[in-house]
């Protein structure tokens, strides 16, 4: 049982579950032993009852709602650069092009990226550590303006005091052992574009003129990760209305030799043919259940890997000013794409009504918070009565942006993050049990 305020999480016996329950429906302490003392003996309920109060006055039991924790503005922190805004794939659900209403072919250029950097130096105030998450279309297509960027970034960052810590994003098909060298000197983070089986990602990763991307990443892909990358690495899959049986992708991955994986649902308007419905949540459900079978299994045989969305720490998890403030879209992150305009989102980035500004030209710098983008927040509308507001920051704006209502959480995706949720929830139980 997860106390929600307090975020500790409990493990109950029988006694002890009924006992909270009977509480919880307004019965005395006295009817409570009468209704459970035959079954479980007057010692143990009154034992039951006794922990009960204990962690209610300890504050680890039906505590207080905290505080708010609103204080000075939030700094940004980081930055995601759309530096090139062309592709060498043709993705189906890529939002880069979806955006916009001209095909994106932009390649940023030395001069914006540097003012990117100035930008997030001044913005971030009195924080310390940045970061950089080169970001495209497909970033490779610009690596000489990219190795730029990350140079002027280290020059600026150690003139004042502060850390760069950088990401690509990246199909991996340009990913040469040349690239892959200088990737490893910088320390750089990558994120992996991967959709699982060679089916499912051909029929949504596609290269130009027709046919499947498979065959042309996974070499790439599998040569990098075999050296085991200081900056690591994740695989980043997406999973579609088309792969609902997604624990297979997993799977699949997981053979292939890869042990730092993420799948994601996809993030799109519901008219498109491949984004996920109502009625996909059970089957949904079924799948992540079947995904923490898999992890427990693969853990039990002494080959674990990590599944980003099972990662959660209690114990040492994000403060509350960051639970409040959800992914920080808008906020502590910004998205800057090609010619240097500002947005809330990556996932938004080309939608004209949702730019905050710009980064060159006149006002440049200044940044406007658009109307039709409502920060996040937990304790906001119906995230208020969830269970999972402190651990999903008021879900994800882009999907209630593009799904229906942006000042409300997009109903579907909350129901996957709270499974997603109650699974992280178990394995850490599991954990804890096992030592």
Known sequence: MLDVESNALHEFDQVAWQALELLEQGYAEAEINGRLALHFGEQAVAGALSEIHRLKQEGLLYSEARASGAGAPARVKALCLFIAESC????????????????????????????AVDFLIAASGERRRCEIDFFGGEPLLNWPVLREITAYARKKSAARGKEFAFTLTTNGELLTPQLAACLEEEGFAAVLSLDGRSAVHDRMRLIPGGGGSYQR????????TASDPRGGYYIRGTYTRFNLDFCRDVEHLYALGFRRLSLEPVVAAPDRDFALREEDLPCLEREYENLLDFYLDCRAAGDPFSFFHFNVDLDRGPCLPKRLSG?????????????GSIYPCHQLAGREEL???????KNCGALSSPAAFIPPGPLKGRCRDCWARYHCGGGCRAASY???DPAEPYHLECALQRKRLECALYLHAVKEDAR
């Open 355 to 361: 730019k905050m500004g710009r980064l060159l030209g």
């Open 217 to 224: 990443v996974l070499p790439r892909i599998l040569s990098y």
């Open 402 to 404: 593009l799904n229906g």
């Open 327 to 339: 992914c920080g879209a808008g906020q502590e992150y910004l998205a800057i794409t090609a010619d």
């Open 88 to 115: 060498n794939l043709i993705c189906r659900y890529c939002f880069v092009q979806q955006n916009r209403k001209k095909p994106a072919k932009a390649l940023m250029s030395a001069e914006v990226g540097s003012a």
